[in-house]
């Protein structure tokens, strides 16, 4: 579904009569108040179905730049008050010193959001957080950046001015299945080559601010965190990014619980998934646990039973495997292997280019994993995780010919 946020924020500005002496004794400086006006919520900046921007009780502020008369080599900018007002309808009132020249015709200024002070005022660029930590129902506040679109000129004792805000940010709400409910979820990575994540830079005091804008995409990956976030099995994620269309290239999600690590990568070629400012763009993955078989075994039961005889492996994050069995033999005998896992299932093929005699739905626990044959589900195997013994030897993989293999059977 695509939502379409629209922002309104009416200013008006209120001209006090207090006089201060000018730093140069020949003119004097008036302060004017700019107040906007807009309803508030129990969060900082988030969505709802009315697709209205709603604020917190404190903590908001924008950053005001502007300058006098047609002098825009000389901006200034100031913050917008902490403690803003709260009506009883609703509404707040944030409120802004700026500090003009007396007797100049006129003034024009922008504003943007969340506060940031600039050293250079005149190219403002802000960047979208790369950690990010929304809610179940909303993005994260500190990720959104809000800019008027077009310059405020105001020119005498006007009553009232109207400042439109747009966003450019592009919005993502991923539903991830598959997560096992009740798991913590530490964080969530999404990554691309599009690399989504970045920054824009905009003149906040010229024309179609927005028009003219620049998004620079300079990173892969955004983490998503939240505090005390426990999986459901259909678990939202909220994020924003630069405006980047992935359609064509590609995506990843990896997901950290306390018990597992998932993993998703989806191709987009031929299919399309394009995030654009101020748009939801609405999508599901589905994610299997990552299986790290990483580590050192020994089978200690086999088709339910002690087996009578010997398997160790050695497994790396490569997925290598190196076996040692001792099954028809008094001496240990060495493999090794090139295992691959797709789905939950591996398969490999050894040193000497022979495939292993089964493929295996794997399953890990702990220090326990299991193994069942593909095509036999009586054929269950059962490896704990120890020490791999001294006796072991670590000499060249064991090649055999088809005269012994018939003697000697490997055991994959």
Same mark, same amino acid.
């Given at each position: 579904?695509?939502?379409?946020?629209y922002i309104v924020?009416?200013?008006?500005?209120?001209?006090?009569?207090?006089?201060?002496?000018?730093?140069?004794?020949?003119?004097?400086?008036?302060?004017?108040?700019?107040?906007?006006?807009?309803?508030?919520?129990?969060?900082?900046?988030?969505?709802?179905?009315?697709?209205?921007?709603?604020?917190?009780?404190?903590?908001?502020?924008?950053?005001?730049?502007?300058?006098?008369?047609?002098?825009?080599?000389?901006?200034? /900018?100031?913050?917008?008050?902490? @403690? +803003?007002?709260?009506?009883?309808?609703?509404?707040?009132?944030?409120?802004? @010193?700026?500090?003009?020249?007396?007797?100049?015709?006129?003034?024009?200024?922008?504003?943007?959001?969340?506060?940031?002070?600039?050293?250079?005022?005149?190219?403002?660029?802000?960047?979208?957080?790369?950690? /990010?930590?929304? #809610?179940?129902?909303?993005?994260?506040?500190?990720?959104?950046?809000?800019?008027?679109?077009?310059?405020?000129?105001?020119?005498?004792?006007?009553? &009232?001015?109207?400042?439109?805000?747009?966003?450019?940010?592009?919005?993502?709400?991923? %539903?991830?299945?598959?997560?096992?409910?009740?798991?913590?979820?530490?964080?969530?990575?999404?990554?691309?080559?599009?690399?989504?994540?970045?920054?824009?830079?905009?003149?906040?005091?010229?024309?179609? %601010?927005?028009?003219?804008?620049?998004? +620079?995409?300079?990173?892969?990956?955004?983490?998503? #965190?939240?505090?005390?976030?426990?999986?459901?099995?259909?678990?939202?994620?909220?994020?924003?990014?630069?405006?980047?269309?992935?359609?064509?290239?590609?995506?990843?999600?990896?997901?950290?619980?306390?018990k597992h690590s +998932?993993?998703?990568?989806?191709?987009?070629?031929?299919?399309?998934?394009?995030?654009?400012?101020?748009?939801?763009?609405?999508?599901?993955?589905?994610?299997?646990?990552?299986? @790290?078989?990483? &580590?050192?075994?020994?089978?200690?039961?086999?088709?339910?039973?002690?087996?009578?005889?010997?398997?160790?492996?050695?497994?790396?994050?490569?997925?290598?495997?190196?076996?040692?069995?001792?099954?028809?033999?008094?001496?240990?005998?060495?493999?090794?292997?090139?295992? #691959?896992?797709?789905?939950?299932?591996?398969?490999?093929?050894?040193?000497?280019?022979?495939?292993?005699?089964?493929?295996?739905?794997? %399953?890990?626990d702990g220090d326990?994993?299991?193994?069942?044959?593909?095509?036999?589900? %009586?054929?269950?195997?059962?490896?704990?995780?120890?020490?791999?013994?001294?006796?072991?030897?670590?000499?060249?993989?064991?090649?055999?010919?088809?005269?012994?293999?018939?003697?000697?059977?490997?055991?994959?």
């Open positions: 579904m695509k939502k379409i946020l924020l009416f200013a008006a500005l209120a001209l006090q009569g207090c006089n201060t002496e000018s730093v140069d004794s020949m003119s004097k400086l008036t302060k004017s108040t700019i107040r906007i006006v807009t309803e508030i919520g129990d969060t900082r900046t988030y969505i709802t179905d009315d697709n209205k921007i709603h604020w917190a009780e404190s903590g908001e502020q924008l950053n005001i730049i502007y300058y006098s008369d047609n002098n825009s080599s000389e901006l200034s /900018q100031t913050p917008t008050h902490a @403690d +803003y007002t709260i009506e009883s309808d609703g509404r707040i009132i944030f409120s802004a @010193d700026i500090m003009t020249v007396e007797g100049v015709a006129s003034h024009t200024l922008g504003a943007f959001y969340p506060y940031q002070h600039v050293a250079q005022s005149s190219s403002v660029v802000l960047t979208i957080p790369q950690a /990010q930590s929304p #809610t179940a129902e909303s993005y994260d506040p500190t990720s959104d950046i809000l800019v008027s679109r077009e310059p405020i000129v105001i020119e005498g004792d006007v009553e &009232g001015i109207k400042v439109s805000l747009s966003r450019m940010v592009a919005f993502a709400k991923m %539903t991830l299945k598959g997560i096992g409910a009740g798991e913590i979820i530490e964080k969530v990575i999404f990554s691309s080559s599009a690399k989504p994540a970045g920054s824009v830079e905009f003149k906040v005091h010229e024309a179609a %601010t927005v028009e003219n804008a620049v998004w +620079y995409n300079e990173y892969e990956d955004i983490e998503i #965190t939240r505090e005390n976030w426990v999986a459901t099995g259909e678990d939202v994620v909220w994020m924003t990014t630069v405006p980047t269309n992935l359609s064509g290239t590609d995506f990843t999600v990896t997901v950290v619980t306390d +998932y993993t998703k990568s989806v191709d987009l070629t031929s299919r399309t998934l394009d995030f654009k400012r101020g748009d939801i763009a609405t999508f599901r993955v589905t994610l299997e646990p990552t299986l @790290d078989l990483s &580590g050192s075994w020994k089978l200690t039961e086999w088709r339910g039973v002690k087996p009578s005889f010997e398997v160790y492996m050695q497994i790396d994050q490569n997925n290598n495997v190196t076996m040692w069995q001792r099954i028809t033999s008094r001496e240990w005998e060495r493999y090794q292997s090139e295992a #691959t896992i797709e789905s939950g299932v591996i398969s490999g093929i050894y040193s000497d280019g022979v495939e292993w005699r089964a493929s295996y739905n794997v %399953t890990i326990s994993m299991t193994w069942t044959d593909t095509t036999d589900a %009586t054929d269950i195997s059962v490896y704990s995780r120890v020490e791999l013994p001294e006796e072991l030897p670590q000499s060249s993989p064991t090649t055999q010919t088809s005269a012994t293999r018939a003697v000697s059977e490997r055991f994959l």
